[in-house]
């Protein structure tokens, strides 16, 4: 797509709006009048359809239809029916993939699925690899299997990562496809032969890709993948994630997590497991029916996409928005010390925007979102990795004026020096 002319008055920005095919998705959201959210790659806006949906589930299936419901609301088959609504987000095939747990604890299973197969396959290999800046749960759970399973967790920059490959004894390579602290997106195609060609089995985290970036899990290589249900899939507050197994691997093996939801028979109640075939044995235990509902509507939401060019279109509006915000605070907010850390490149860029800034990065995110704009703050370590500050542009519902005004909001933050304020620096626990 050739990108849109820089919006340069918010007129200019409401045109967009208008023109844009995908304008009347926002229809399907609760978005508070006057707000402007992008903070969408943290928390999803809630579906209008969510309320009644799980009310329904409240009252009626369990409420009436209680124990019977397992059988006559579909509530066993929850898991599996999401899965395949997921599927088709992120290039992967009917049955391949189901909703469970959190993202955690996914990525722990599959994890050890695959160190299992590569000690099979490969035994002499014993590194997983990672990127030193992955989102920390994904490398804590690294951490711990390393331990458990006698192998190293070696961190490398997204950079080093081929020549890492390249000089053997990977295991595994397991990366977050969409960084989540500089919105940098790897090219999973080429890193996922790079780990072939190395004799590496590739894991892809798509916390930040998942409903916000074309992702084609089958024709780029993927071995496993994990994704989260409460970002850009607007699942709610702490929904399932989701796991998927290349159908090549589904089989080898059990998961160590081998709960009784991923039991071939669980209804036999026989004391000796017996996996499920395919990625159902990727199951624990029972499905959280409210949970899963509601991520479903959320779902529901991004597939709604599908009859405007869905994914690809998605996308193109994505990258109009990052390239619009990141272009006018170029244009409006210089002088302030503003550094963009996600890339110019649109091919390297996820759905969202960062700015690094050496001093008040947490206190001018809370004077944007005292003025109602929702934005979010990532610390650095004081050393390589600046603050930052953090604007996530969910192309279902972020429109070109809300760019334009939080560009506005961010100009005047800056230009008053209202960040400076006692009640801006005080640090709350969730940033
Ligand atoms: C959001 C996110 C998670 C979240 O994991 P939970 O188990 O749901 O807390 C994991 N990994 C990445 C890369 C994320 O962005």
Redesign the pocket.
Known sequence: MTALPLPTTRDAALALDAADPLRGLRDQFEIPPGLIYLDGN?LGVLPRATAARVQQVVQDEWGRGLIGSWNQAGWMALPQRVGDKIARLVGAGAGQLVCAD????N?FKVLAAALAIAAADAPAARAIVSERS??P??LYIAEALARERGCTLELAEADELPARLARGGVAVLML?HVN?RTGRMHDMAALSQAAHAAGALVIW?L??SAGAVPVDLLRDGADFSVG?G??YLNGGP?AP?FVWAHPRHADRFWQPLAGWMGHAAPFEFNPGYRPAVGISRYLCGTPAVLAMSALECGVDSVLAAEAFGGMAALRAKSLALTDSFAGLVAARCGGHGLRLVSPQAAAQRGSQVCLARDEGAYAIVQALIARGVVGDFRAGDGAALPDILRFGFTPLYTRFVDAWDAVEHLRQVLASGEWHEPRFNQRHAVT
């Open positions: 943290s959190s993202t955690s604890v990525l992955n989102f749960t994904d977050t989540y985290d916390a930040h989260c409460y970002k702490g994630a």
